[in-house]
């Protein structure tokens, strides 16, 4: 079973590569774009039946650290 | 004083680390790798040293704070065991929420490398008991990933407790409150970003970082 873990940072986390990809996308002259914020996409394929607090456990012990992140789990 | 110098694969400070603890204490510090569960009997200093240990893969020091050794290194912390953590060593030791916190990619995005000034905060850790408080002190650092974040509420906490050691003088990456290293609550685990063992002799152009070690191994005059 194919899991989609999205991991971002917290709102008022400053992100300074987010900022970096908004100059870039001006610089390239797209303009309109109000923010960038970057993430990280993990694609997990795991046992049938692998339950939601397992998951959500990969999550908060590895996958995202929750001082900086939060993650967003979605499954088929 | 038997030391410790945790080795992950990617560390690269760990010679340097290795080299100023023996030329503190007389006597060479065990290497121990990462996927080792035991410390040597009778540990009393571990040092966590700087690099990019498992090439930073996920976050600067996240699997490292994942490995096998660190369970050993967070049972010696909690029993009173000084741990240093320098650099990449400082991201193991918040991922493995040794330390409040997490070290987050430089504001400006540049790696930086070059000495800067330090204000001592906090002059009665067990790791700054030789400096004197509000001392500056020069100390190279050499990271990416050294910009210190932590909630207003946490930072407001570890600073009312006392437990800046360091801030940068001048801002060098981001730093919320310019943060350079932070101390456990106990006061026995150090993380801090720039690299004391880097400074430990006069060729190194200063040896500001040397008296941290004195201090930290029992060796003051």
Redesign the interface.
Known sequence: MKVNVYVTLKPGVLDPQGKAIHHALEGLGFGGVADVRAGRFIELDVADGTSDADLDAMCAKLLANTVIENYRIERP | MKTAVIVFPGSNCDRDMAVALEQVTGRAPAMVWHRETELPDGTDFIALPGGFSYGDY??SG?MAA?SPILRSVADAAARGVPVLGVCNGFQVL??ALLL???L??????NFVCRTVPLKVENSQSLFTASYSAGEEINIPVAHHDG?Y??DAATLDRIEGEGRVAFRYADAVN?SARDIAGVLNDAGNVLGMMPHPERAIDRAHGGTDGLRLFEAALGVLA
């Open positions: 996920l976050r996240a994942r918040t991922e409040p916190g997490a987050m990619r430089n504001a400006g995005l910009n974040f932590a981001g």
